[in-house]
Structures are given as structure tokens and as C-alpha cells.
């Protein structure tokens, strides 16, 4: 479903209109924007306040500039007049008299905004174009969706002599340019009067109105502060409208009410009543909702984007070459890798809509941005459900066959066939952009392997950075030819640079002056692509044409500076909110509970933790309807401005771009009163409140995320002895374990000193659970006989009095007692390592710090035998049962061997698990067996073939020799 665009244009003067125009920009139209996205519409508000360059107005095209601004616009226009009349311009340039030749009859005496109005609905002018070398004349129609707003003028008994000069016709006065020069100061304030009343009251009698007229109030606040009229004298930028109302509803509800309206009778007229509820994205859960968020989040990300030849052309031949390895598309942060990869994926689509491309299908997600995105099983689990792809005879569905991570990638050479084999005659492209925002999500270019079925191209992204195991993992990405390594550079040709500036801002009908662009081309941090982004999302909503050089300087030569700039920004805006909170107060909250969230917030759980705050304050907490509701709004206001700079996953809000995050931490993290312990201590009083409501450690929460979060909080926060309470809970253990599993609630007992004598009793049960771990994953009702069983003869008081008696009392279902004693935490057995599928064959390592094992599964899995709490790391790319596994000499490398039709030994690098194994290709049976030589130098292999072939580890390209037996060798060995 192809996206529509709507644009609005906002006409109104200028200085005596900036509050009204901030409010637009900053507060109604962010959320009609989120309106807008979910039913596929771009909104493009046009706010002129600059935007006409100086070269514009020296040239004398102020006017035709926002004539043809109206008519990008039309049908929609959107009015504000208050009590000042606006400027008159003394005269046009030719170029605007060529381009609109019935200006010249009407410009005497009348305002700019009076233009606007004429030519957007009262009399459309004709304008002049050139099509296909001819001149034609175009005859512009009546802007069909109109809102005219009229300012009440019950405020300006409140304004100083300095502000009547702004906000009424009083400043014509001292207007020595003014339009009738015969005219003293007296009359000219009169004639601006008598002309503005005319306008409006010719407004009022329009015939055959096809437009809303709104009379509103603004709330006049002698402390606010306007920013746009600080460089002005006298002062008169102290005071301005803190309130906008019509009839007891604020502006804000009246004007997305209207608009809303408005653009479904555009749509409507246009493509059918409803048309705009059939476009409306999916809002339950599901396929068609991931979906749905992984397009929304393309679209925004194509918006504003230069196309880069050279790397368009990278990815290109990347899917034309013969190689049957990944595409690894790396940049360091901020260059720019997801509005690249966005833009691809649309290329791509328009191509294959259009037919120029017959042989492709194309899939795609972005990590982190949408429900289902932020794990890697989840990302492959609705990728594969979105191909739908044939499942084996013997399965089910993908529950049967792909039920959790560990199932997907030991299957994952077959999953991969079957994606190939799902369109045999159409070449199936995936790409997944930052895969490094997912946990572990690097090794996804390990498990997945580098040797793709014919007609599959996969396509990962991920960010560069300066630590060793990324550049050692760049390294040997560029030493194996079968991958294919794409990077971007910086932004270094101010041509390039300079595009891109041009292009943001042209979709928001806006230029900067030529200067003012290369100021910023000549800044440092316009090499980053992430900086130009954050610079000029922040110019478009500044209101002030005459500061925006002073603008431009104040972001630095840094994304981490550019944000702090957006922070202290956000610190200083004014809230049209009548709750009791300083703008200062609620940035601290938003932005420093997100830095120190672990995965975001929601707008529920930042209300609760920002009256957690007023109640550590001694302040009344926002707990009224009304109140928490005001909150909620407030909240969206913030993050609405932040919006491409964030992201949303399961309705929680989080950082996208990692220079967001640091900037964040920086600036909220070390204070005296906001810090990090302090943020965490907020976080830790929800979560726990949230996992215990009755507040008396029965923990009758039932939602996973909050258990999981209590003790990475408490730790933060320092509250060491609450968490070392809560860990030797049975209830605790046995109610997380149920929401979570097994692994998440061994992972907790990281956070605290186990090995200290006052917490031996937590050791105790946190070796117990590791103990059992190969159990309890499978049924968590298995919990009270393991803990009884290996923990009955520990004469710790702690366990005896506490967490067995605490096992009868919370134990609700029958289970075994055992009488026998099973293998306690203090005995021999450390933990149960385990595969998807049985196990044919373990190795230790000659230091014994290293385990591997082979398994029906068709992985090779090398378990950290010191720490065997990690995760295994997991080498794929057997495409039969592993039989045999051995290590060489000096543990660097690993043998495998794997059953018919595979029927090949493998050698794997432990050191370098990225690097593709080398295969040694012969035999014509199952290997059943591999061994190294004492040196290292060969390989022994023994088949059912009836051959025991030796291979040469420093001649890998040499012939092995071949031993003939007459039976299959089961075994073999060196002397």
C-alpha cells in the first residue's frame, strides 16, 4: 500500500504569533503526525517563520516564496489572526509578477498574510509554469480544507507598551517604511486597525463558506518567556500566551479534531468514503502488526535521504555475485547504515511493483524498533512465518519443529533451504539492519554460517566501534573471500554534504541561506550524517529566522553534543500543561529513567516513577484522573519532539541511537540530586512494587518484565541487602521461574557477593538451580523436589528454617520428597550441559578449560568449562548428525565429523569461532570418528566407506591419504 502525502500551510504574522506557532509545531502537530503515520499519510506542516531565504527577501521574492508554498499545500490551509495586521511589502520582484502576473492589480496596501489568504481561498490567483518547454497557465482551485483561528483580544490590557507595539497595529507607529507614506503615526495605527477589521469581517461574510472560522482565548503569563523575541529591547519577550482554549477545550483538541476531519474528507472524496480506515495499521498483536511497525519505520527513515551510488551499487552486486556467503554492511555510529538500508529496501519494492525486477523477494527488519524485533529469535521466527515457508513432513508447525532459539539454530541449514526453496524460481533477499542492538546479536554471523543455499542472499548490518573483539571481528570478515564486506564512509565532499541539507529540508518546503549552509558544511560533525539529522530537525522547529547562525553553533561538532543541546532545549520549553512540574523536571525524568531502563519505559511506567518522585519529594503525586492524564500528555509531548531519534518496542520507549543514550548518561548521571543511583532507585521501587503490590514478599505480580528488572535495579541502586532478601525467597525463585525461565532467575544471583560467608545459603541455591537447570527449563513444577532434594542435608539455617519450610507453605500441587539423597551443590557435579538433541560425542580441551560436544542436532557447541553459566558458543554448518569432535594439541582448533549425506570432516578455528570452518571433502560414508595427531599436523577420519583417511592440516589443499579396511572404522586414533 503505497504512502499519500498531505501538506499543511500555517499563515498567520509572525512576531505576535510565535507562541501560537511553537504550540502548533511542537505540541499539535507531532500527534497528528503519529495520526497521519498509522494510516500511511507523511504530514508535512509548513511553517514559515523561516524558510525564506536572505537571498529571498535582498531579491525581493518573500512573497512568491509562500505563494508557492500555498499552492504545494493546497487543499489545506490553516489561518491564525490575532489583533496585528502583519507586514505590507513595499514591492515584488519580476520574477514573482512573471510567475503570478494577477499580483500586480492586487498588492496595494495589504499584508503578506492578506495575500496568502486571497490566493489560498478568498481569489486563487493563475500561476505560470513551464511544461515540457512551453509555458502554461495554471488556475489554482480554493484551498477545500480551511481553519481560520481569531485570537480573542481580552488579553492585551496585560501587555507593556514595548509589547503592543508586537502584538497589535501599534508598531506602526514607528514604522517608517510604512505602506502610505503620507500618513502620520496616529493614522497609520488606525489604517492597520480599519484594515485588519475589514479583512476578517470580509472572511465572516464569505458566501457558500466551505471553511471553519474558531474564535479562541489565550492565557496571558507575565513569566513566560518568548525565545524568538529575546533579541529584541524593552524586554519584550517577558510574557506570552502559557494557555490556548476554545470553549473550555484546549486549542490543541479543537485543531486535531478539525484537521483530523478535514484530511478524511480529503481521502474520502478522493478514493471513497472509509478510505482511511482501510489504510489505519494493524493495532493487535500478530504478523500483520510487526508488519505494519517495520514499515512505518522504513518510511520515516527514507524521508530526507541522499542516495549513495557507490553503496547502492555494493549492495547491487552483492545479489548479482556467485558468492554463497553473507553481506555484511558495517559503519561506525550515526553514518547513516539504517536510512541506507531503508531506502534500498524502497528502491527495491518500487522496482519489483514496476516490474524492471521479476526474480526477487525481498524481506526485511529493523532490530529493536517494533514488537517483535528486539531478540533474534523473534526476528527469524516472524521473518519465517512472513515467508511462510513448506515445514518438514514429520512437523507440525513451526512451534513443532523451531519452538525456542536453541531449536532455531540447530535447525537453522534447513530453515535456510527451506526459505530458498519456498520460491525456486525467484531469488529470496533478507536483510537485518543492527543486528548489534540485539542481545548476542553478533553471533548471528556465526550460527547462521557463511554457506547459503543457492538463490538466498542475507544481508546484516551492524555498527563499528573501537573495541577489540569488534575490529577482530571486521578483521576476519575481510579475510574470508566468501563474505561480502560493504562499508560507509563519512560525509567528506561538501557537495555531498550539502545535498542532504537541501534535501531534509525540502520536504518541509524550507531553505537555509547560503551562508548559514556552509557554516554548517564547514562544521566537523557535518561528516556525520547522525549530526546533520539531529542540526536540522532542531532548525526546522526554530522559530526565528534572525538567530539561526547563534542557532547552528550551539550543537557542536558532535551527535553526543547535538543531543545535549536538544536536552537542554527540551529543559528550557514551555509546557502547556496545568500540572505542577518545571520543564527542567520533566526532561531529567523522561530522559534519565529511560538512560538508566534497560530496555525502555512506557508512558505508564514513567507516571508511576515520576510520582514515586513526588512522593520522595514530599510533593502531593499526580494520583487524580484528570492529573495523570495532563501527565501522560506532557510526557508525549517531549517525546513526540525526540521522536526520530527514538524508538517504540511493545509500547516502551528507548534511545535508538546509542550517541542519544551516552549524551543522556552524561548529562543526568552525575548530579547531586538526579544521578544514576537515583534514577535506579525509582526504577527499583516501581518494579518492585509491581512484583509484590501487597508489599509483604508474597510477589503476586504476574508479569515477567517486572521481575526480571527488580534486581538489575536493586544492584544499580545499591540495595544490596533487599536483593540478597529477596533471592533466598522460595516464592520468589518459584513465581519468577514460572513468568521467566530457569536461566533468567540463575542469572540474578550475579548481582551479589556469593562467595561472602554471610551468603553461602544464596550460593547454595544458586548452585542448586544450576544443577538442575536441565530439569527445571523443561518443568518448572520439578522447582520444590530439587531444591528438597539436594538442599535436605545442608545444615545452614538459612535453608533449613527459611527456604524449606517456605517450599511446604507455597507449594500448591503434589510432589516427590525424595528420601534418597541426590547430588547436593557441594558434591562434584558442576552443571548439565545440553544440546536440542541427543549428544553422539564430548571432548575436553588439553587445558581442560574448554568443553565441546557434538550432537543430532547438527551443531558443535564449546562450553567455557570455568564458567559454565555462559552460553555456548554454538558452531553451525553441518548439514548432518555431528558423530565425533576432538581438539588439536594446543586447543586453537577443533575436528568434527558428521553422518551421511554430509559426510564431512570440519576444522574449526576456538580462537576465531566467526571464521568459516575449512571442510575436508572425501569421504562417501558416515564419519563416524576424527582424531589429531600429537603435533598437530594431521587428521585421522574413520567411515563407513571403509577407509581411515589422513589429512595434512598444513597442506589443506593436498590429496589425504586413504587407508582401505574391510569394514566401516567406528573408531580411530594416534599413536
Request: charged share 30%; with cysteine.
Amino acid at each position: 500500500m503505497k504512502w499519500k502525502k498531505v501538506t499543511i500551510f500555517i499563515s498567520s504574522t509572525f512576531n505576535d504569533m510565535h507562541s501560537e506557532r511553537d504550540y502548533l509545531v511542537k505540541n499539535v502537530f507531532p500527534e497528528l503526525r503519529e495520526w497521519c503515520e498509522e494510516r500511511k499519510i507523511h504530514l508535512v506542516d509548513v511553517d514559515l517563520r523561516w524558510g525564506v531565504t536572505k537571498e529571498d527577501t535582498e531579491n525581493k521574492n518573500t512573497v512568491g516564496t509562500c505563494l508557492k508554498n500555498i499552492d504545494k499545500s493546497r487543499p489545506f490551509f490553516l489561518c491564525f489572526l490575532g489583533q496585528r495586521r502583519g507586514w505590507v511589502p513595499p514591492e515584488i520582484s519580476e520574477e514573482t509578477k512573471a510567475t503570478y502576473p494577477q499580483l500586480e492589480g492586487r498588492m496595494e496596501d495589504k499584508s503578506v498574510t492578506e495575500i496568502e489568504i486571497e490566493h489560498a481561498l478568498l481569489e486563487p490567483m493563475y500561476r505560470k509554469v513551464i511544461e515540457n518547454d512551453e509555458e502554461k497557465d495554471i488556475q489554482c482551485e480554493s484551498a477545500k480544507h480551511t481553519l481560520f483561528f481569531f485570537r480573542d483580544d481580552d488579553y492585551l490590557n496585560n501587555l507593556s507598551e514595548a509589547q503592543k507595539n508586537i502584538y497589535t497595529n501599534e508598531g506602526e507607529r514607528h514604522n517608517k517604511d510604512y505602506c502610505l507614506k503620507n500618513l502620520n503615526p496616529d493614522e497609520r495605527v488606525q489604517h492597520a486597525d480599519s484594515k485588519l477589521k475589514e479583512f476578517k469581517q470580509r472572511i465572516l461574510d464569505e458566501e457558500e463558506k466551505d471553511f471553519i472560522i474558531n474564535q479562541y482565548k489565550g492565557t496571558w503569563n507575565k513569566e513566560y518567556v518568548v525565545p524568538e523575541l529575546l533579541h529584541m529591547k524593552d524586554e519584550v519577550a517577558k510574557g506570552g500566551f502559557s494557555y490556548f482554549e476554545i470553549k473550555d477545550k484546549s486549542l490543541k483538541e479543537t485543531i486535531l479534531c478539525q484537521l483530523k476531519e478535514e484530511i478524511e474528507k480529503k481521502f474520502d472524496n478522493q478514493y471513497g468514503e472509509g478510505y482511511l480506515d482501510k489504510r489505519k495499521m494493524v493495532k493487535s498483536d500478530g504478523l500483520e502488526k510487526e508488519l505494519s511497525q517495520q514499515d512505518l519505520f522504513k518510511e520515516i527513515n527514507t524521508q530526507g535521504f541522499i542516495k549513495r551510488e557507490k553503496s547502492f551499487q555494493e549492495l547491487n552486486s552483492y545479489l548479482k555475485n556467485d558468492k554463497n556467503g553473507l553481506c555484511l554492511l558495517t559503519a561506525k555510529a550515526g553514518i547513516g547504515k539504517t536510512m541506507l538500508l531503508a531506502n534500498y529496501i524502497s528502491t527495491l519494492e518500487e522496482q519489483i511493483e514496476n516490474k524492471y525486477i521479476n526474480d526477487l523477494n525481498v524481506y526485511y527488519r529493523f532490530a529493536g524498533v517494533s514488537d517483535k524485533s528486539g531478540q533474534q529469535y523473534d526476528v527469524w521466527r516472524t521473518l519465517i512465518e512472513e515467508i511462510a515457508i513448506n515445514l518438514p513432513e514429520d512437523k507440525n508447525d513451526l512451534d513443532d519443529w523451531i519452538p525456542d532459539f536453541e531449536k532455531l539454530k540447530g535447525n537453522i541449514n534447513d530453515v535456510l533451504e527451506a526459505i530458498a526453496n519456498k520460491n525456486q524460481d525467484k531469488q529470496t533477499l533478507i536483510i537485518i539492519d543492527g543486528i548489534n542492538q540485539l542481545d548476542n546479536g553478533l553471533d548471528m554471523i556465526h550460527w547462521l554460517g557463511n554457506n547459503l543455499p543457492e538463490n538466498l542472499k542475507i544481508i546484516l548490518s551492524f555498527k563499528e566501534d573501537d573495541t577489540e573483539e569488534n575490529q577482530k571481528l571486521v578483521d576476519n570478515i575481510d579475510m574470508d573471500e566468501n563474505y561480502s564486506h560493504i562499508t560507509i564512509d563519512e560525509l567528506k565532499k561538501p557537495e555531498d554534504k550539502k545535498d542532504i541539507i537541501n534535501e531534509y529540508l525540502k520536504q518541509f518546503l524550507k531553505k537555509l541561506n547560503d551562508d548559514d549552509i556552509e557554516t554548517i558544511i564547514n562544521s566537523p560533525g557535518s561528516e556525520n550524517p547522525l549530526f546533520l539529522k539531529i542540526l536540522l530537525s532542531e532548525l526546522r522547529v526554530h522559530g526565528q529566522f534572525d538567530t539561526i547562525e547563534e542557532k547552528i553553533a550551539q550543537y557542536h561538532d558532535t551527535p553526543q553534543e547535538a543531543f545535549k543541546t536538544v536536552l537542554n532545549r527540551l529543559e528550557n520549553e514551555y509546557l502547556y500543561t496545568k500540572i505542577d512540574i518545571s520543564s527542567k523536571e520533566i526532561t531529567e525524568l523522561i530522559f534519565g529513567l529511560i538512560a538508566n531502563a534497560r530496555y525502555g519505559l512506557s508512558e505508564e511506567e514513567l507516571i508511576d516513577c515520576i510520582n514515586i518522585h513526588k512522593e520522595n519529594e514530599n510533593q502531593i503525586p499526580f494520583e487524580i484522573e484528570d492529573e495523570k492524564e495532563e501527565l501522560k500528555q506532557t510526557i508525549r509531548l517531549y517525546l513526540r519532539q525526540v521522536k526520530p531519534f527514538m524508538k517504540v518496542t511493545e509500547k516502551r520507549h528507548d534511545f535508538f541511537y546509542e550517541a542519544f543514550q551516552i549524551a543522556t548518561e552524561e548529562k543526568y548521571n552525575d548530579g547531586e540530586h538526579f544521578n544514576k543511583e537515583y534514577y535506579n532507585s525509582l526504577l527499583a521501587d516501581y518494579f518492585q512494587l509491581k512484583t509484590d503490590p501487597e508489599e509483604n514478599y508474597t510477589f503476586k505480580g504476574r508479569n515477567s518484565r517486572n521481575f526480571n528488572e527488580l534486581p538489575y535495579h536493586l544492584a544499580k541502586s545499591d540495595q544490596i541487602a533487599i536483593l540478597e532478601e529477596i533471592l533466598s525467597k522460595y516464592i520468589w525463585i518459584k513465581n519468577k521461574s514460572e513468568l521467566n525461565n530457569i536461566f533468567n532467575t540463575i542469572d540474578d544471583y550475579k548481582y551479589i557477593n556469593i562467595e561472602s560467608k554471610e551468603n553461602y545459603h544464596l550460593k547454595m541455591i544458586k548452585n542448586t538451580l544450576s544443577m538442575s537447570s536441565h530439569i527445571l527449563k523443561d518443568n518448572i513444577k520439578e522447582l520444590p523436589t530439587q531444591l528438597w532434594g539436594r538442599l535436605k542435608t545442608n545444615e545452614n539455617p538459612k535453608i533449613q528454617e527459611e527456604l524449606l519450610t517456605e517450599i511446604e507453605k507455597h507449594t500448591n500441587y503434589p510432589w516427590l520428597k525424595p528420601h534418597h539423597l541426590i547430588q547436593t551443590p557441594e558434591g562434584p557435579l558442576q552443571k548439565t550441559l545440553t544440546h536440542t538433541s541427543e549428544v553422539m560425542s564430548v571432548c575436553f580441551s588439553p587445558d581442560g578449560k574448554y568443553i565441546a560436544s557434538g550432537s543430532w542436532d547438527k551443531t558443535v557447541r564449546v562450553w567455557n568449562r570455568e564458567r559454565p553459566e555462559e552460553s555456548p558458543r554454538i558452531l553451525t554448518g553441518h548439514t548432518s548428525y555431528v558423530s565425533s569432535v576432538c581438539f588439536s594439541p594446543d586447543g586453537k582448533y577443533i575436528a568434527s565429523g558428521s553422518q551421511y549425506p554430509d559426510n564431512t570432516v570440519r576444522v574449526w578455528n576456538r580462537e576465531k569461532p566467526e571464521e568459516s570452518p575449512r571442510i575436508l571433502r572425501g569421504h562417501t560414508e558416515r564419519v563416524w570418528s576424527v582424531c589429531f595427531s600429537p603435533d598437530g599436523k594431521y587428521i585421522a577420519s574413520g567411515s563407513s566407506d571403509k577407509t581411515v583417511r589422513v589429512w595434512n592440516c598444513e597442506s589443506p589443499d593436498e590429496s589425504p591419504r586413504i587407508l582401505w579396511q574391510r569394514i566401516g572404522s567406528v573408531c580411530v586414533f594416534f599413536s
